[in-house]
Every structure is written in C-alpha cells, then in structure tokens.
C-alpha cells in the first residue's frame, strides 16, 4: 500500500551529504545520518511531537492511541506512526492491535511479527525498508478473559 511508504524508517541505503526527499512533507534535503528521512523541520517537529506522546504515556499509564491523540494534539497517523517504526507498543491488555503486514496477525508495534520477519530474504528487507525494530510482539492471549469464539 502507497500509504504504508509514509511509515518506513530507512537506515540502509542513506548516505551521508546524499539529497532526500522528505517522508512527511516532501522537500529535498541533504541526508545527514540518523535514521529517519525528514528533513530538518519535519525532524524537530517528530521529535517535539514523540516527546509529548512519551511524557503522556510516562505520566499517565497506559492509555490508548485515541487517548493520546485528543490529549497531546498529535494526531493519530503520526501515533500509528510511531507504533509502525518500534517506537511505541500496545499494551497486552489492549482489545485493539495492529496487523501485521504479511499475515494480518495482531502485534503490539512494528510492521511484522516474528515469523513473517525471519522468512524474509535480505533483498526483500531492503525492498520493504524494513529493519529489526519492526518486528511486533504477538500478543499472548489473555487467560479468564472472555471472549466471543464464533461458532464452526
Ligand atoms: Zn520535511
Ligand atoms: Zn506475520
């Protein structure tokens, strides 16, 4: 999915003093190392916006992406954002997760989860722009919690 592009944390091929093309706005800059590809105001700004979501989690516990969209004005794409680079985690206890790219299966951040992260070749990790923060946890089902198991 086109959408998904916005989503990816290049470490690979990035080379220092390189022109880039910003993720989030577009511009050309000139690649200075670190991670991302954003340009330098599109960087402050992420790194502005990270800090309110990391202050909010930290000083208000788990709370869920809706939660801390309204609460820190960042708005959800950048929160899933966040969730698709590694940077954030659903908790276990969430009833809401995100899916993994490959096999739909819910995981707590990333882009994979586990398995479909070992099956994939080197050319297609560079293809996908994908690096091992990007690998989910699955979460594990929560025991005596009910749930609704739809009838065969
Ligand atoms: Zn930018
Ligand atoms: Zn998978």
Redesign the pocket.
């Known amino acids: 999915m086109a959408a998904n592009k916005l989503f990816t944390k290049v470490r690979t091929d990035g080379r220092i003093g390189e022109p880039k093309v ?1 993720v ?4 050309m ?1 000139t690649y200075l190392g670190f991670g991302h590809f ?2 330098p ?2 960087k402050e700004r992420d790194a502005e916006d990270f800090a309110k979501v990391r202050d909010y989690i930290y000083e208000n516990g788990v709370a869920s992406a809706l939660e801390v969209s309204e609460a820190t004005g960042v708005s959800l794409k950048v929160i899933e954002q966040y969730l698709r680079e590694g940077r954030l985690e659903i908790p276990e206890s969430s009833p809401i997760f995100i899916k993994c790219e490959k096999c739909s299966i819910d995981i707590r951040s990333g882009r994979l989860c586990p398995e479909c992260a070992t099956s994939l070749s080197n050319a297609m990790r560079i293809e996908m722009n994908f690096d091992n923060e990007q690998i989910g946890a699955v979460p594990k089902k929560l025991e005596g919690k009910m749930r609704y198991l739809t009838k065969k």
């Open positions: 910003c989030k706005c577009g511009k800059f954003y340009c105001v599109c």
